[in-house]
Nanobody, 118 residues
Framework: VQLQASGGGTVQDGGSLSLSCAASGNSGTIRAINLMGWYRQAPGKQRELVAD???????DYGGFVKGRFAISRDSAKNMVYLQMNSLKPEDTAVYYC??????????WGQGAQVTVSS
């Protein structure tokens, strides 16, 4: 499975950005994806969960999100989205798309840079 992220970029403090991620590859493996989501990694810091969503629509957000971000998923299109509002400089990081199958096989996208200037 390949995960292709798009979106991101540079925005000022308080601005908004969106990310999209498309899964492609073996159709059987894609159908087995249960969890899709986003992680981020800032320079010198560990990778952390931003948000994820199951096939059934159960959502989990990182503690820092505090209502600012919204994850959504279009399973028919094998897509996951992240809308980020009220962005802060501390949100600056590389954002990675993630997918996990029911058999717990994990896949990562190439990362999208999000930069928030103060």
């Amino acid at each position: 499975v390949q995960l292709q992220a798009s979106g991101g970029g540079t925005v000022q403090d308080g601005g908004s950005l969106s990310l999209s991620c498309a899964a492609s590859g073996n159709s059987g493996t894609i159908r087995a994806i249960n969890l899709m989501g986003w992680y981020r990694q800032a320079p010198g810091k560990q990778r952390e969960l931003v948000a994820d969503i199951t096939t059934d629509g159960l959502i989990d957000y990182g503690g820092f999100v505090k209502g600012r971000f919204a994850i959504s998923r279009d399973s028919a299109k094998n897509m996951v989205y992240l809308q980020m509002n009220s962005l802060k400089p501390e949100d600056t990081a590389v954002y990675y798309c993630n997918a996990v199958t029911k058999a717990m096989h994990e896949y990562w996208g190439q990362g999208a840079q999000v930069t928030v200037s103060s």
